[in-house]
């Protein structure tokens, strides 16, 4: 996200009917949603696992847009563990993953 800045910033400035981070919502709520699927060796996942997976990705979605609209400070690791530290239990479950890794998949 760094290296494409700009990019981000007008997508998270964009305010039209449908806007980017929208997709970027429904995108991340489906990947994690297949990634749950296939760690729980199973087709359907239940009503609390898909609303920790929509409350996490809209949590970090909108941090991700307040950190790249607004925070000059906070580097983009400290952002990441900060998001990781903060998913739900239920989720840390199903996501058992190293947090190095998961921090640079991240960034």
């Known amino acids: 996200m760094k290296k494409d ?3 981000y ?3 998270y400035e964009d305010n039209s009917q449908t806007p980017m981070w929208q997709y970027m919502l429904e ?3 489906e990947r994690y949603a297949q990634m749950a699927k296939q760690n729980l ?3 359907t996942l239940d009503t609390q696992i898909l609303y920790s997976i929509r409350l996490y990705c809209y949590g970090t979605l ?3 847009r307040e950190w790249v ?3 000059n400070i906070t580097p983009a690791r400290t952002a990441a ?3 990781l ?3 739900p239990e239920t989720l840390k479950q199903i996501f058992p993953v190293n947090k190095t890794a998961a921090i640079n998949l991240s960034i």
Request: aromatic content about 12%.
């Open 69 to 71: 609209l607004t925070d």
């Open 62 to 64: 909108g941090m991700t």
């Open 5 to 7: 800045c700009i990019f």
């Open 81 to 83: 563990q900060m998001m």
């Open 9 to 11: 910033k007008r997508a």
């Open 27 to 29: 995108y991340f709520v």
């Open 41 to 43: 060796d199973t087709d």
């Open 85 to 87: 530290e903060s998913m």
